[in-house]
């Protein structure tokens, strides 16, 4: 039998490519971004409680009533606008799942939509199912400062989406109040619609903000919203999040998802209602992170390696240009074989795999887990 496969180019995914790796050759794991430690455990009781108390079938299409209360609170707290939470919020399975559906409610056969690289690795392939154009747009090299010009002459008649992603995985650049102006005077007047990821809202450092698209109201009537409970509260492999949208956007939101997943998991909603209601879960995550990111940082000081210090997210990118010539993809093999240490190449999420020569390390570890390493690349 043959098959015609929608996603002819489409490689393995470069997170579990470089973790079985890792697992190989007995390396350290710094290339996944998923945190080196657990969830609180008053939130795994509170999952517990609501199986035992039987929590157990389906939840509501769009999503536990008292979650989606409180993410309409907390989107008013954080100076964006008031989203109904019948109407225009949804529980999703992860924010991959949202980014999915969005484009599938929204984009057409031919419709192009402009993804800022490096862009994570889920969106093009999206857009590619939905028979929509990616167009891509690089970040400028060295600063990854976004390339106004390159984004305003790469809208056309035809465009659809912009999708947006602050703060940045896998530069950790976070959007500026210049930026959101500049993307508000691109799309005014136009019928184009953003798409913004803002799954690691919360990790923002050296007394920055993250400007959420849901605090812009040109934009935010143009927006789908997207967040992760996995970022926020450490628990990736649970795979829930969340989409912000006016409602001519939701309900074109949830005919796709009704058919793609339904309903999210029934404890974990109702457990996540009750414990976000102490905001110190996810208002202290800025320091803590900000935390491990200079502890890292400063234990890869006295390497060969030359730090990008992010603004935002909980990676970090390392500069090996001093150290080799091989492109990213090789030297991140070479560092995971030979060295014990495992990172991602940004290379993968450029369109035409642009050389920086750096690579992404994921600092949500434990100390010495993060020590052990640094001594490791210290030593190159």
């Known amino acids: 039998m043959e098959i015609n496969s929608k996603l002819p180019n489409a490689e393995r995914s470069i997170f579990p490519v470089m973790t079985k790796l890792a697992q190989k050759h007995g390396a350290l794991n710094l290339a996944q971004g998923f945190p080196g430690f657990g969830a609180d455990p008053k939130l795994i009781e509170m999952i517990c409680h609501y199986m035992k108390k039987g929590f157990n079938q389906y939840a509501p299409l769009t999503g536990v009533m008292s979650l989606k209360e409180s993410l309409s609170e907390k989107a008013v707290d954080a100076g964006g606008r008031y989203y109904h939470p019948e109407r225009e919020v949804c529980v999703t399975a992860g924010a991959t799942q949202a980014i999915n559906t969005a484009i599938t409610a929204v984009v057409s056969g031919g419709d192009e939509v402009i993804i800022i690289d490096p862009s994570y690795d889920c969106y093009e392939p999206a857009v590619l199912l939905s028979k929509g154009v990616p167009v891509r747009c690089a970040l400028k090299k060295g600063s990854y400062e976004v390339d106004w010009e390159n984004v305003k002459n790469s809208v056309s008649l035809k465009t659809r989406v912009i999708m947006i992603n602050s703060p940045h995985n896998p530069t950790g650049m976070v959007w500026s109040k210049h930026d959101i102006d500049t993307l508000v005077d691109i799309v005014k007047d136009s019928n184009i619609l953003i798409i913004s990821d803002e799954v690691y809202e919360h990790l923002v450092y050296d007394g920055k903000s993250h400007i959420s698209i849901a605090s812009v109201p040109e934009l935010a009537e143009r927006s789908f919203v997207i967040y992760s409970f996995g970022k926020t509260y450490h628990l990736t492999g649970w795979r829930a999040g969340y989409v912000l949208a006016p409602k001519f956007l939701m309900d074109e939101f949830v005919k796709s998802h009704q058919f793609q997943i339904y309903?999210?998991?029934?404890?974990?909603?109702h457990a996540i209602a009750d414990y976000s209601?102490?905001?110190?879960t996810h208002l202290a995550l800025g320091e803590f992170f900000?935390?491990?990111?200079?502890?890292?940082?400063?234990?890869?000081?006295?390497?060969?390696?030359?730090?990008?210090?992010?603004?935002?997210?909980?990676?970090a990118l390392l500069d090996y240009s001093n150290?080799?010539?091989q492109n990213d993809r090789e030297?991140?093999?070479?560092?995971?074989?030979d060295?014990?240490?495992?990172?991602i190449p940004i290379s993968v999420f450029f369109k035409d795999k642009r050389q920086d020569q750096v690579l992404r390390f994921c600092f949500a570890k434990e100390n010495d887990e993060l020590e052990c390493?640094?001594?490791?690349?210290?030593k190159i």
């Open 263 to 269: 309903a999210v998991n029934t404890p974990i909603q």
């Open 277 to 280: 209601q102490d905001k110190s």
């Open 290 to 315: 900000q935390e491990k990111r200079d502890f890292f940082l400063n234990c890869v000081s006295g390497s060969r390696f030359l730090a990008l210090k992010p603004s935002g997210t909980y990676f």
């Open 323 to 325: 150290i080799s010539n």
């Open 331 to 337: 030297f991140a093999n070479r560092l995971t074989i």
């Open 339 to 343: 060295h014990g240490v495992a990172s």
């Open 373 to 378: 390493a640094a001594e490791k690349l210290v």
